[in-house]
């Protein structure tokens, strides 16, 4: 994983980022595009490509949703397929994050499950 600094920032503001039912060129299309509005904590290492079938089930990586990036998108982003995402953190940074993942793609919320002091959101990504 890469690490960014966010120098000291609460950690009740991070968000993780799970996604799946994806392949690597739309996980990291995603990550990229929250990257250009949120400062990310911990991000996948780009790596190799794989020369085989198998990819991770599940790719991971966590946004500071106070440290806002201020990145220009260098157009709208575009998925190859639906991909299933899973945002858990601070009720108000899960949603931060699920705010401007709705500005980006088509999102359909799928499931809310609240707790005390985490929430966890499941969405549908949807190329716009």
Not at 61 to 90: C, E, M, Q
């Amino acid at each position: 994983m890469e690490k960014k600094a966010t120098d000291n920032h609460p950690s009740d503001c991070d968000v993780t980022v799970q996604l799946s039912d994806c392949g690597r060129e739309d996980a990291q299309i995603v990550f990229d595009t929250l990257d250009h509005v949120f400062v990310g904590c911990d991000l996948p290492a780009s790596g190799p490509e794989q020369r085989h079938d198998h990819e991770p089930t599940v790719w991971m990586a966590t946004f500071d949703s106070s440290a806002r990036s201020g990145g220009d998108l260098p157009g709208p982003p575009r998925l190859t397929t639906p991909v299933a995402a899973v945002l858990t953190g601070d009720h108000h940074a899960v949603e931060e994050v699920e705010k401007e993942l709705g500005r980006l793609f088509e999102v359909r919320t799928s499931e809310s499950v609240p707790g005390e002091h985490e929430r966890e959101l499941r969405l549908l990504l949807a190329p716009r």
